[in-house]
């Protein structure tokens, strides 16, 4: 017996130290989850700012609101958690009454409401999410009044709010429901900006009571950053409506994307993919796509229909700009002629002729200039300018392949740019080793290789500063809550020079003159602006219809100014244009110009106008209604205009065109100081398609007045014609009226 007592007590011995040694974190976890509760406290995910402070993304509180159908059963019966009866009368009708409120506030079926609220023994039954404040104050009002605390409960909760909805949307990303980020900078700066939780520990006795004080545990929640971005909503804003402009006016099968950069900096003014989403409801398709998914023709509901929805809400989230690549075609050119400049091997006024073809030596096949009539005798600014392929190949051969492919690396065409945001691409080209004349030949006017826009318009913005590559970055600076700045972009060290400052000036120099004078991208001029500007159309030789034809084109431009000191670059792409021209410098360029009228003033860049452009300059007029006739006369007189004046009244009662509308300086205002009479009234001409000069004299021959816009430098090249006008032809309208006309060279082809 004492031999097994002792054997009985060294099992025991050996199980006690084994518990204490061994298993004691585990025993001890154990223990401690049994004694205390732990509750969360949640980080405030960091908000979102433009560079100027105007508020992105921010957080709000949303309620989920939901019912205990256990507490609504035994105020029913009247009876507690134990079933015993309580001092309260029974309830009957409770569950009723609380269906036909919520179902009513909350926008839910009524059946469903009373179906959880019967559900024996369940303590939490929601009956919605994301409930927004001024609901949830209603059914606190509803709570209060009918003494439902037990029944009915509201948890509150983050959510991400956009203040500006699908603005910059696939710069900004969004938020799941567990409130992280899944796309664009909430994304990339996740960590960041959702900070650490923090925890709430508490002590509990045996009957579940909270122990005294000194048994607590809190440590406090580090909420996320805010973040501060390189954005500027005004110029987003621009960016963004110039995209849908050119995706209306010309159709884009896979999309359109545009970009703004800092040349100096590399910091993204503006970036955007159309069509794109709501970053408040990113799972709802834009229309564009619903009109895509209904073409298709599938049963709602299906597999076919939804594996369809689930890819086209995946390309709406993509970021074009810096995911995709493409031929730059044209553009190009201007990085081939920065390389042949530094390495001196063709001279800014060396003649050439081109005959529409070039022969690559050792190649049996002619590769065609765009212009396959051929320029004829030009020197090499002038074949810039106008985009002559032959011209191109012929200075790039001279480079040699070895010294194209190391520049082609330097302007940092082989790796990703780095910019913070997810998802970027990378170039495709030739290796090494397969780089030969012809693909030399083809690679100097940026056919056969892609690269990303973002990648492009880098090399570009490294010719427009001067020479030196910058680093795109979307993110300007972090603050904690306090308000301490914990991380700011530095770009001191980041770039490195490729090509010297002399050849960029002389680069930026031709494209101007080709911009304002007659180069392809004439479409891209802005009055009182110099703009650098090139343009180019490519052919997607990798996608092709069933008879072999690849008729798929990409239209695209790239501009910077002002070109005396440049400040920022533009990038406008039009993926498969469709209704009408492909060519870059219709469908592309214009916009550009556009961007560019709109931004460069907001900038502080003050326009300066040559003569000819001061001709052309309209004037301001005021509202004369309510004026005298004498006083109005006198003071269109002092803007340099001519008026009529209309009746025998003393007072203006009408005038055309309306106060506020620009009026060129050969206008004619009329006012009129009575009832406007049947022979007031003219009929607007029908100009599309015509020139300035026939325009203008029609419109002014039939008593109305011309304001142009679009393409202003409409006497220079071939002449810019008239693609649209408003009010439309055959309108009746009072003389006077202005009739507005939009002018575009359409003899670009690159």
């Keep these: 017996m004492t031999f097994g007592i002792l054997i009985a007590f060294a099992v025991l011995a050996v199980r006690i130290f084994l518990l204490q040694t061994r298993d004691y974190e585990k025993y001890q976890k154990s223990v401690i989850s049994q004694m205390t509760t732990e509750s969360v406290i949640p980080a405030e995910r960091g908000d979102i700012y433009d560079t100027n402070g105007v508020l992105l993304a921010t957080d709000i509180t949303v309620y989920r609101v939901f019912i205990s159908p256990t507490d609504i059963q035994n105020a029913i019966k009247g009876v507690d958690k134990d079933g015993k009866k309580t001092n309260d009368d029974p309830r009957p009708g409770l569950d009723v009454l609380i269906a036909d409120f919520l179902s009513e506030t909350l926008d839910v079926d009524h059946a ?40 009915i409960h509201l948890e509150a909760n983050p959510k991400r709010y956009y203040c500006y909805d699908s603005l910059a949307s696939t710069v900004l990303g969004f938020t799941g429901s567990d409130h992280t980020g899944l796309y664009g900078i909430e994304y990339m700066y996740d960590d960041e900006l959702s900070g650490t939780n923090g925890i709430y520990i508490t002590a509990r006795d045996s009957k579940g009571g909270e122990m005294p004080t000194e048994y607590e545990n809190y440590v406090e929640a580090i909420d996320g950053y805010d973040i501060t971005t390189t954005i500027d909503m005004f110029i987003q804003y621009e960016l963004e409506n110039q995209l849908r402009a050119t995706l209306a006016d010309n159709g884009a099968d896979e999309r359109v994307c545009g970009i703004v950069l800092d040349v100096k900096t590399g910091g993204i003014l503006a970036m955007s993919t159309i069509p794109d989403f709501n970053c408040n409801d990113p799972w709802t398709l834009d229309e564009y796509f619903l009109a895509e998914l209904a073409e298709l023709g599938l049963s709602e509901g299906s597999d076919e229909y939804n594996a369809e929805v689930r890819e086209l809400r995946n390309l709406s989230w993509s970021n074009k700009a810096i995911t995709s690549t493409y031929m730059p075609g044209s553009t190009f050119k201007v990085i081939t002629t920065a390389m042949c400049l530094e390495e001196k091997v063709v001279q800014v006024g060396e003649r050439f002729v081109c005959t529409g073809a070039y022969f690559v030596p050792g190649y049996s096949k002619p590769i ?47 790796e990703k740019t780095g910019i913070d945001l997810p998802g970027e691409g990378n170039s495709i080209f030739h290796k090494v080793e397969n780089f030969n004349q012809v693909e030399l030949a083809t690679a100097a006017f940026g056919q056969n290789f892609t690269v990303t826009p973002i990648q492009q318009i880098r090399a570009i913005a490294s010719v427009a500063n001067g020479g030196y590559l910058v680093t795109p970055h979307v993110v300007r600076e972090m603050t904690d809550s306090d ?70 084109r990409v239209g695209s431009c790239v501009a910077y100014a002002p070109a005396d000191d440049p400040q920022v670059a533009v990038l406008i792409m039009v993926d498969e244009p469709n209704k ?11 916009y550009v110009a556009n961007v560019m009228a709109s931004i460069l003033p907001y900038l ?53 065109p309306e106060g506020g509308s620009g009026v060129r300086k050969d206008g004619k205002i009329y006012l009129y100081t009575g009832e406007l009479e049947k022979n007031d009234n003219v009929t ?35 002449g810019a014609v008239v693609v649209s006008q408003s009010p439309e032809a055959g309108a009746v309208v009072p003389k006077g009226t202005l009739v507005t006309v939009e002018f575009r060279y359409l003899d670009g082809t690159d």
């Design 112 to 151: 469903s409401v009373l179906e959880k609220a019967s559900k024996i023994g369940r303590l939490d039954e929601t009956i919605a999410r994301n409930v927004e404040n001024d609901v949830a104050e209603e059914i606190r009002k509803f709570i209060n009044i009918n003494e439902l605390e037990n029944q």
């Design 368 to 414: 065609h200039c765009h212009k396959r009539t051929g320029h004829g005798a030009q020197n090499f600014a002038q074949a810039l300018q106008q985009s002559c392929n032959p011209v191109l190949m012929t200075i790039a051969l001279r480079l040699g392949s070895a010294k194209f492919y190391d520049y082609f690396t330097a302007f940092g065409l082989m």
């Design 483 to 552: 308000g301490n700045v914990v991380y700011s972009y530095d770009d001191s060290g980041s770039s490195r020079q490729v090509v010297s400052t002399e050849v960029c000036d002389t680069i930026t120099q031709i494209l101007e003159e080709g911009v304002s004078g007659d180069g392809g991208a004439k479409n891209a001029y802005v009055a009182g602006y110099r703009i650098a500007a090139k343009t180019g159309t490519t052919e997607k030789k990798d996608k092709k219809l069933p008879d072999g034809s690849t008729p798929f």
């Design 580 to 590: 009408g021209s492909v060519y870059g410098s219709i469908v592309a360029a214009p």
């Design 604 to 656: 502080g860049i003050e326009a300066v106008y040559t003569d000819k452009e001061l001709e052309n300059l309209t004037k301001t007029l005021p509202n004369y209604v309510g004026w005298s006739t004498e006083d109005a006369r006198t003071s269109v007189g002092y803007l340099g205009l001519d008026c009529e004046i209309v009746g025998d009244g003393e007072k203006i009662v009408k005038m055309a």
């Design 684 to 718: 607007v001409p029908d100009v599309m398609g015509q020139s300035a000069t026939l325009a203008n004299m029609m419109i002014v021959n039939n008593k109305l007045n011309i304001n142009i816009t679009g393409t202003t430098n409409y006497e220079t090249g071939a």
